[in-house]
């Protein structure tokens, strides 16, 4: 009897072997996957993406994932060095190295690399008061990728990066946390409008000294003020001024007219 089969191990969460039966097997790995060949139960060869015919009884095939996968392991309630509650959530990249290892070392390698990140997640925030996680909120990444690459390497897993994703802490000291950030802001602008306050003051106290050793600057100042398009300048005339056009208006007066006729 001959049976052609294509084997894909759909349950992603299972190590068992997909069994087949029949003399004449045709296998099909895709191309992101390989296969691992069992017969009897016991591991025959690892399967590169392709065609495989095998003749014979008792075979079995697992397919294996080699794509890279990102799984998140759920925030989880963690005391921080200064016996803080908050819970933090991470986002682990990993890629299958060693399928045969991945197969044969655990029961279930994705249950295991989530609680050995669990364990190494809560034993770093243990270790560091919340301040510190806040400002280092990056590096506490790379810290779970250093204390968790040995272990999946032992299970045949190659851990890419660890991210934080969120830190999510109780009620009360997020409100607490608001107001200490509202007061450095207000603080910080206070600052900043001090510091232009006083370089505008220097600025006036320089020009007052240039002025008081070179008093031309200011009739230079008063010519350019003058001469700039736009600007309407006034000026106050002291008392009995006399205009340009006096004699022009003497003419028609009483005195003008006795001149003019020769009278006394």
């Known amino acids: 009897m001959n049976t052609d089969v ?9 190590n068992e072997p997909v069994k087949v039966r029949g003399f004449r097997h045709k296998f099909a790995v895709r191309e992101f996957e390989c296969g691992l060949l069992y017969r009897h139960g016991k591991f025959q060869v690892r399967l590169e993406a392709g065609r495989h015919v095998r003749w014979g009884f008792g075979y079995a095939l697992t397919t294996v994932d080699l794509r890279k996968q990102t799984f998140p392991v759920a925030g989880q309630e963690v005391l921080s060095g200064d016996n803080v509650g908050l819970k933090v959530s991470v986002a682990v990249t990993v890629q299958v190295a060693d399928p045969l290892k991945a197969m044969h070392e655990v029961q279930d390698w994705r249950g295991h690399l989530y609680s050995t990140v669990q364990i190494a997640l809560r034993a770093l925030v243990a270790a560091q008061p919340v301040e510190a996680l806040l400002v280092q909120r990056l590096d506490v990444g790379k810290q779970l990728l250093a204390a968790v690459q040995p272990e999946a390497g032992k299970i045949g897993i190659a851990v890419q990066a660890v991210e934080v ?8 000291l997020k409100k607490a946390f608001a107001e200490v950030l509202k007061a450095k802001q207000e603080g910080q602008a206070a600052l900043e409008r001090a510091r232009g306050e006083s370089a505008a003051l220097r600025n006036l106290a320089n020009a007052a000294r240039l002025l008081e050793s070179n008093p031309a600057l200011q009739n230079l100042r008063l010519i350019q003020s003058i001469s700039a398009a736009g600007n309407t300048l006034v000026m106050g005339l002291p008392t009995g001024f006399v205009p340009l056009n006096a004699g ?5 007066g009483p005195d003008a007219k006795g001149i003019e006729t020769g009278e006394p």
């Open 6 to 14: 294509l084997l894909m191990n759909w349950n992603m969460n299972s």
């Open 165 to 172: 994703k969120d830190v999510m802490f109780p009620g009360d």
């Open 248 to 252: 022009k208006a003497g003419t028609n």
